[in-house]
């Protein structure tokens, strides 16, 4: 069965600070690993991983992945209070069903 | 471009009453799928539909029922409801990279 797993469950930091985010997981066929931001409603896409060592930006997020160790990080620098959310690992696989695995998220509040 | 629409946004049943959840996708994407998330336990997938014709179930998929009616729509039926299917459901679509999943804003449901 595959499994992801999310640490820490939940975070709460100061404005400014940096933060990193793990996932590990453990599937059959690793095809790709995503991040997804989930505030209020739905979850939005921030990175897929598909290849060890090759760091992913998006302003002052980034991620990188090592599938030797079987694990990604999320890294958020000089937080902002918007910052706050659910963030979501999930893993796709190319065993059993195309859908997506997802870790149980990690609880971010930025506090002012 | 809506992206993917769900309705209702909430509902309530009492147990045993039936209901169907409607989604749709407006980003001509082959591959929609049905997760329910309920805290502490992240998202997981009821079931899946590749393309047009074909549904194939997720990993909790007893007590539901779907159809992909055309490439746009994907709808999830409860035929007689249960208080353990209290929660948020998501339906999401994606297009060639399957991975990369587009979520409709979620259902909250409720059983009586």
């Known amino acids: 069965e595959d499994k992801v797993v999310q640490s820490p469950l939940s975070l709460v930091v100061h404005e400014g600070d940096t933060v990193t985010l793990n996932c590990s997981y453990e599937?059959?066929?690793?095809?790709?690993l995503l991040w997804y931001k989930q505030e209020k409603k739905a979850p939005t896409f921030l990175f897929m991983l598909?290849?060890?060592?090759i760091e992913k930006k998006s302003g002052r997020l980034s991620s990188i992945l090592d599938k030797k160790e079987l694990f990604s990080i999320l890294n958020i620098t000089a937080t902002q209070t918007g910052d706050s959310a659910v963030y979501l690992c999930?893993?796709?696989?190319?065993?059993?069903?195309?859908?997506?695995?997802f870790g149980k998220g990690t609880h971010l509040i930025i506090q002012p | 471009n809506a992206g993917v629409t769900q309705t209702p946004k909430f509902q309530v049943l009492k147990t045993g009453q039936s209901m169907t959840l409607q989604c749709a996708q407006d980003?001509?994407?082959?591959?929609m799928y049905w997760y329910r998330q309920d805290p502490g336990m992240g998202l997981r997938l009821i079931y899946y539909?590749?393309?047009?014709?074909?549904?194939d179930k997720g990993e909790v998929p007893n007590g539901y029922n779907v159809s992909r009616l055309n490439k746009r729509e994907f709808s999830l039926r409860l035929e007689s409801a249960a208080p353990s299917q209290t929660s948020v459901y998501f339906c999401?679509?994606?297009?060639?990279?399957?991975?990369?999943?587009?979520f409709g804003p979620g259902t909250r449901l409720l059983v009586l």
């Open positions: 999401a679509s994606s297009g060639s990279r399957k991975e990369t999943q587009y």
């Open positions: 599937v059959t066929n690793f095809r790709s």
């Open positions: 598909t290849s060890s060592g």
């Open positions: 999930a893993v796709g696989s190319g065993g059993g069903a195309d859908g997506l695995t």
């Open positions: 980003m001509n994407h082959n591959s």
């Open positions: 539909s590749a393309s047009e014709g074909t549904t």
